[in-house]
């Protein structure tokens, strides 16, 4: 069950990211005759970027938008890249729930520094809480910045600790 993870967890976020942004490009359509939009980012979308905080926060990073305008509506192509790099991280988590328990004795150079990028991914994301509490609705994505980012460190932490009671 653990190893179907790997799998399962990116196309059931990436289905549900395609899902969640069209729902919410529809809804910011419908919201707004107008061209220009200024802080609006319709419920669907918002919650999609909050279950995928991490990954938002790269987007946003990368395309310097931080008012989480990254849906289809905004551009495609970010879009596109934006559901690729959900399935990406959603992989990423699987895998590292489905080799928790794998004390094989000596530990890849690989599997380190994918750890070691995870903790400070995840202090990252969790230092974001802090700066972004001031954006729209701030205090949850300050919420989800915090849940995410101390996730993402006991996540990426939880081998190496349990190497060392061994």
């Known amino acids: 069950m ?6 399962l967890l990116p196309v059931l976020h990436v289905t549900l990211g ?5 729902w919410g490009s529809a809804q910011t359509k419908s919201a707004f005759v107008s061209k220009y939009i200024t802080d609006y980012v319709a419920l669907p979308e918002f919650i999609l970027h909050l279950i995928n905080f991490p990954v938002a926060l790269l987007i946003c990073i990368t395309v310097q938008k931080w008012n989480f305008k990254i849906g289809p509506e905004y551009s495609t192509l970010w879009f596109v890249c934006y559901l690729i790099l959900i399935g990406l991280f959603w992989f990423l988590i699987g895998w590292q729930i489905g080799t928790a328990g794998d004390c094989s004795g000596t530990e890849s150079r690989v599997r380190r520094m994918g750890r070691l990028f995870g903790v400070l991914f995840g202090v990252l994301v969790l230092t974001s809480g802090v700066l972004l509490i001031h954006s729209p609705l701030g205090y949850f994505v300050s919420l989800a910045a915090f849940t995410w980012g101390i996730s993402m460190i006991i996540l990426f932490r939880r081998d190496r600790l349990a190497r060392k009671k061994s």
Do not use: A, Q, Y
Request: charged share 20%.
């Open 18 to 22: 395609v899902v969640l942004g069209f």
């Open 2 to 7: 653990r190893r179907s993870l790997w799998w």
